[in-house]
């Protein structure tokens, strides 16, 4: 059942006016976009070369809410797990860097001390008076004292540094994981 509308009511004329100019419009740039992708048809014997446009592109569906987070969270833990490697190489160097320090700070401190024991030792065996005895022992328990006191200011002196490398260390990771990337470093710094 079709209705009778009038067509010289003037508010039809322009809405038919309107529709027709909107679809023609429509058709007209969708022809311009598709004309760089235009391809030949295959041509049948004796027929004009005729082209086939490709159908329009489909719209995308917008990812649902639920599924940003979830995409978000996806590239969140892999910067997560990014940061989180990228740390602990790096506190891993900066613990055996440090552990050799200490060794060698140990190792210099008890070569320090057995050469002043040797010393004090040679020194005994040229028979000395009781006074000149005990004034070379309080000399060879000064120079411990001494030897044990540069020790432990390297060793204290270490351990601030590799404190402050692993707080640096900790800020770049916290970095990785805002913005995702690696700290760039050079070798000229």
């Not at 404190?163 to 640096?168: D, G, I, L, T």
Request: hydrophobic share 30%; proline share 6%.
């Amino acid at each position: 059942m079709r209705r009778n509308l009038e067509v010289s009511d003037p508010e039809y004329v322009t809405a038919l006016a309107a529709s027709a100019f909107a679809v023609h419009c429509l058709e007209e740039s969708n022809l311009r976009h598709h004309t760089k992708e235009l391809r030949p048809a295959r041509s049948l014997i004796g027929q004009p070369l005729r082209y086939d446009a490709p159908p329009p592109p489909r719209p995308v569906p917008r990812p649902r809410e639920d599924q940003r987070r979830v995409s978000m969270n996806k590239g969140q833990r892999i910067a997560e797990s990014k940061a989180e490697a990228w740390e602990k190489t790096q506190m891993a160097k900066i613990i055996k860097r440090y552990e050799r320090l200490h060794s060698a700070i140990h190792s210099w401190e008890k070569e320090k001390k057995l050469k002043a024991k040797q010393q004090m030792e040679r020194k005994k065996m040229q028979g000395m008076v009781d006074t000149r005895r005990a004034n070379m022992n309080q000399h060879y328990q000064d120079k411990l004292a001494r030897i044990e006191h540069i020790a432990n200011g390297a060793r204290k002196q270490a351990e601030e540094k590799r404190k402050h490398e692993e707080s640096v260390v900790k800020e770049k990771a916290k970095r990785i994981r805002l913005t995702g990337q690696t700290p760039v470093t050079c070798f000229c710094c």
